[in-house]
Each structure stands twice: as structure tokens, then as C-alpha cells.
């Protein structure tokens, strides 16, 4: 029951385990790193844990990675015997890691924001339509031939929508010859407001 009500659970909200698999992947990669020792550039690697919060989970999860690969990187290196010059130049190579990691979470997570609202917005507007579909088919009129429409037919159209129900299958605004002979459902443009 447990792991069914899991695999329902959308991925996004999945916080804890997600968050523990970046931050599993940075120790991996950290180790590699550490391993290849820093003649090896290992930069890019780092930004997939960086890439897989800010998508998932958000900015804020995603900057929270992105400091935590800059501190992984840091140590991997220093680990592997990486000395610098002096301590501008281990600040600044730092410094330009870890804005590279917040530019990347950032950016990820703007992108994933900015789909998801998307796909919201097509969602609202396939519900607003199919809202304006039913409302029409309670039109006196069909719009296809201007002929009223049979009372009793939109009697029981008026009901179903007032009681909530599910319209019948092949209802709209349409008259019944009009519907058999495949004439357009669609309203006529309004006039009002035009020159
Ligand atoms: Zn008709």
C-alpha cells in the first residue's frame, strides 16, 4: 500500500528522496574526482546533481546542490593535492564554480517553472472550452440552422447541466438533423462592435 501510494505521489513533490539521490550522485562524483586527482578536470559532471534539483525540486533546492557541489569540487581537489599560488586565485577559481552552478540552477528551474505553467495554462484552457461547449448547447437556437430547438431536448440538456451531470454523448449546440448532416457546431462570429 505503502509503495503504491509512492509511485502515485507525483516525482515533484518527492522532496526528501530526491534530494538524497543529488546529494548521493555529488559523493560519487566527488570520489571520482578525488580519484582522477585534479589534473583531471571533472567540472562539468558536477552540474547534473545541480540540473536534477533545480528541475525537480525547485530554485531553492537547486542552489542548496549547487553550494553543495562548490564545497564537493573544493574538497576533491584540495584532497587530491591541488595547490594554488596564492588565495586569490583558489577565490576565484571557487567563485567561478559556484556562480557556475548557481547560474545553472537557476536557469533550470526558470525553464521548469515557466513549462509547467504552461502546461497549466493549456489545461485551464481545455477545461474553459469544454465549460463553453456545454454552456452552448443550452443555446434556444441552433446556430448551424436558427431553428429552435425541441423543448424537451433542451429541457433535458438544461437539467444535466444544472445537476451537474456529464453531458450525453454527441451533445452540443447543434439541432438533431443539423448533427446528422455534419454542419459546423460552431457559433457564428458576432457582428457587435464591428465598423
Ligand atoms: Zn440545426
Not at 41 to 58: R, S
Not at 121 to 141: H, I, N, P, V
Request: charged content about 15%; aromatic content about 10%; glycine content about 8%.
Amino acid at each position: 500500500m505503502r509503495a503504491t501510494v509512492f509511485a502515485m505521489t507525483p516525482f515533484r513533490q518527492r522532496k526528501g528522496p530526491m534530494l538524497a539521490c543529488c546529494l548521493l550522485l555529488l559523493l560519487v562524483f566527488g570520489c571520482i574526482d578525488y580519484f582522477t586527482g585534479y589534473e583531471m578536470g571533472f567540472f562539468v559532471f558536477y552540474a547534473l546533481p545541480v540540473g536534477l534539483a533545480a528541475w525537480h525540486l525547485g530554485r531553492g533546492p537547486g542552489i542548496l546542490i549547487a553550494l553543495a557541489s562548490s564545497l564537493t569540487w573544493w574538497c576533491a581537489d584540495r584532497l587530491a593535492g591541488q595547490r594554488y599560488s596564492s588565495n586569490f586565485m583558489l577565490g576565484w577559481n571557487s567563485a567561478v564554480h559556484f556562480s557556475s552552478f548557481i547560474i545553472n540552477a537557476i536557469t533550470i528551474a526558470k525553464i521548469k517553472a515557466s513549462l509547467d505553467q504552461r502546461h497549466q495554462l493549456k489545461k485551464d484552457l481545455a477545461q474553459t472550452q469544454r465549460e463553453l461547449e456545454r454552456t452552448a448547447a443550452l443555446l434556444a437556437l441552433c446556430p448551424a440552422c436558427h431553428k429552435p430547438h425541441e423543448p424537451a431536448a433542451l429541457q433535458r440538456k438544461t437539467a444535466a447541466y444544472l445537476n451537474g451531470q456529464p453531458a450525453a454523448p454527441g451533445d452540443d449546440a447543434r439541432c438533431e438533423s443539423c448533427r446528422a448532416n455534419g454542419s459546423p457546431a460552431s457559433l457564428p462570429a458576432s457582428s457587435h462592435g464591428q465598423p
